[in-house]
């Protein structure tokens, strides 16, 4: 029994002195590094989650500025024709350059609910240094107006005869389709 009790007492001593010389959760040095390599860990993370707010932040600022764009170089559809022929027409006036008749067509953009392309087709006649001027304006409108195509050929009176092709886009009302 003593000799049972004596082997059972070495038995604990030598898994006490295992878990003395290798502590379970590992030396203290281990434990540093571990901790140091947790903090890496802990830093590299913060810096990713901030570059993911500032990511947030900026294209927030993009769709907030996206939409004034909209506002502000788009017509809303009910009001479309008239305020673009104004527009047209105005320009025209200011260039020295007369308006003829005009067309428009528009066709829905894929991939978007909200907006709808507008093609004008419009004729004008005057001198090549009004059509400049016209066209100069045209490039300068707060419209975002894109000149697809434009032929001008000569009249027997000297004036230069034009067909401009003109695309824009138009918004649908709030609420949807109209």
Known sequence: MVRAGLGTLLALNLVAAIFVFHPLGGSAEDLAEQMRSKQRELEQQLK??????????????????????????????????SKLIEEMN????????????????HDPVVGSETLEQLTISANFEGNYASLVKFVNLLDKSSRFLI????????????????????????????????
């Open 48 to 81: 990713r989650a901030e570059r993911s707010r500032n990511l947030v932040a900026k294209v927030q600022q993009a769709k907030i500025e996206g939409d004034k764009f909209l506002v502000e170089a788009t017509v809303e559809q009910r009001t479309a024709y």
């Open 90 to 105: 105005k320009m025209a006036t200011e260039s020295g350059i007369r308006p003829k008749e005009f067309s428009m067509l």
């Open 147 to 178: 000149i697809e195509s434009m032929q001008a050929s000569p009249q027997s009176t000297g004036a230069l005869s034009v067909s401009l092709k003109l695309d824009t886009f138009i918004r649908q009302a709030a609420g949807g389709k109209s």
